[in-house]
């Protein structure tokens, strides 16, 4: 039985992007003592057919916390939302648990071993959307002299979500935690709070992002242990990313130019990369090139 285990979601119209993600994981050798598990928010059986053969178990997902049919209008896929804060429930007696958003892939192995490592003793493990590489983490509204409203996106989804003031401020000015590739022991008390944070969030707030602000007040205001991981697990900026040609991979694009562990296509920006495979990126070498590549994963 392995012990450890690695999950995504998607529907049909994320298989593609779903099945790079598996298919970057099993190159590695390393890979051979680790479950990959799926599950399925409206995958076809032609898709859930060809994922059969690569990964250990696909599951169908759950509204595992009810919600209204006004706030899902048909959008299934939404249950990645929700149904990640109850893994342990679809996919029991495993040890280790690593989700994975579909629209990412693994670049390096090392990456795998921190998430893995950095949930031990009953932390959450999860990288943050601020990095040196990031630039701007905070917006401000500038009044007359040096006046100013300081806007969170930590702050704005806790109050949207029906949290109260006081646990707004308390995630406020706290490095946002992203929640597309986190990893959780199963004996982790995180799964109830998050749990319980989740069900405010759901009942008033919308349905995506309930997830993510859920677990940032888990964290921030519950006070539950965490290890925060380097950017480079879970690379966001994909504008900002760097190739190193002697080394024939992605990297952070400022010295020691570490080698980019998951590359993770979140937010409008990356729209045209998650919507085409064949999509040609203009990228910076780390001797000041331009090179011309696909940033998808392709065996």
Same mark, same amino acid.
């Given at each position: 039985?392995?012990?450890?285990?690695?999950?995504?979601?998607?529907?049909?119209?994320?298989?593609?992007?779903?099945?790079?993600?598996?298919?970057?994981?099993?190159?590695?050798?390393?890979?051979?003592?680790?479950?990959?598990?799926?599950?399925?928010?409206?995958?076809?059986?032609?898709?859930?057919?060809?994922?059969?053969?690569?990964?250990?178990?696909?599951?169908?997902?759950?509204?595992?916390?009810?919600?209204?049919?006004?706030?899902?209008?048909?959008?299934?896929?939404?249950?990645?939302?929700?149904?990640?804060?109850?893994?342990?429930?679809?996919?029991?007696?495993?040890?280790?648990?690593?989700?994975?958003?579909?629209?990412?892939?693994?670049?390096?192995?090392?990456?795998?071993?921190?998430?893995?490592?950095?949930?031990?003793?009953?932390?959450?493990?999860?990288?943050?959307?601020?990095?040196?590489?990031?630039?701007?983490?905070?917006?401000?509204?500038?009044?007359?002299?040096?006046?100013?409203?300081?806007?969170?996106?930590?702050?704005?989804?806790?109050?949207?979500?029906?949290?109260?003031?006081?646990?707004?401020?308390?995630?406020?000015?706290?490095?946002?935690?992203? +929640?597309?590739? *986190? %990893?959780?022991?199963? /004996?982790?008390?995180?799964?109830?709070?998050?749990?319980?944070?989740? =069900? !405010?969030?759901?009942?008033?707030?919308?349905?995506?992002?309930?997830?993510?602000?859920?677990?940032?007040?888990?964290?921030?205001?519950?006070?539950?242990?965490?290890?925060?991981?380097?950017?480079?697990?879970?690379?966001?900026?994909?504008?900002?990313?760097?190739?190193?040609?002697?080394?024939?991979?992605?990297?952070?694009?400022?010295?020691?130019?570490?080698?980019?562990? +998951?590359?993770? *296509? %979140?937010?409008?920006? /990356?729209?045209?990369?998650?919507?085409?495979?064949?999509?040609?990126? =203009? !990228?910076?070498?780390?001797?000041?090139?331009?090179?011309?590549?696909?940033?998808?994963?392709?065996?």
């Amino acid at each position: 039985m392995k012990e450890n285990v690695i999950i995504s979601l998607a529907d049909a119209n994320y298989f593609e992007l779903l099945n790079e993600l598996v298919d970057s994981i099993k190159r590695f050798k390393e890979s051979k003592n680790t479950a990959i598990c799926i599950m399925d928010a409206g995958l076809t059986d032609e898709q859930k057919s060809v994922l059969s053969t690569k990964v250990d178990e696909i599951k169908p997902a759950d509204w595992d916390i009810e919600v209204p049919n006004f706030k899902i209008k048909g959008r299934e896929w939404l249950k990645s939302q929700v149904s990640r804060a109850f893994l342990p429930k679809y996919f029991p007696n495993y040890k280790k648990y690593l989700w994975i958003d579909a629209d990412a892939w693994v670049n390096s192995w090392d990456a795998i071993e921190l998430y893995f490592k950095g949930c031990e003793k009953e932390k959450l493990s999860i990288a943050t959307s601020a990095d040196r590489a990031y630039g701007r983490v905070l917006r401000a509204e500038w009044f007359i002299g040096s006046f100013a409203r300081i806007k969170s996106q930590n702050y704005k989804h806790a109050k949207s979500s029906g949290f109260s003031e006081k646990i707004a401020r308390q995630v406020a000015l706290k490095p946002h935690l992203n +929640i597309g590739v *986190f %990893a959780l022991e199963a /004996n982790a008390p995180h799964w109830e709070i998050w749990q319980k944070n989740l =069900k !405010v969030a759901l009942k008033a707030g919308k349905i995506w992002g309930s997830e993510q602000i859920a677990m940032n007040i888990t964290i921030y205001s519950d006070n539950l242990a965490v290890e925060i991981l380097p950017a480079y697990c879970n690379w966001i900026l994909i504008d900002g990313l760097k190739f190193d040609e002697k080394r024939n991979t992605l990297v952070e694009p400022y010295l020691p130019n570490h080698e980019i562990g +998951i590359v993770h *296509f %979140a937010g409008k920006n /990356n729209d045209q990369i998650r919507n085409n495979k064949n999509h040609i990126s =203009k !990228v910076e070498t780390v001797d000041g090139k331009i090179i011309h590549l696909k940033l998808r994963f392709n065996n």
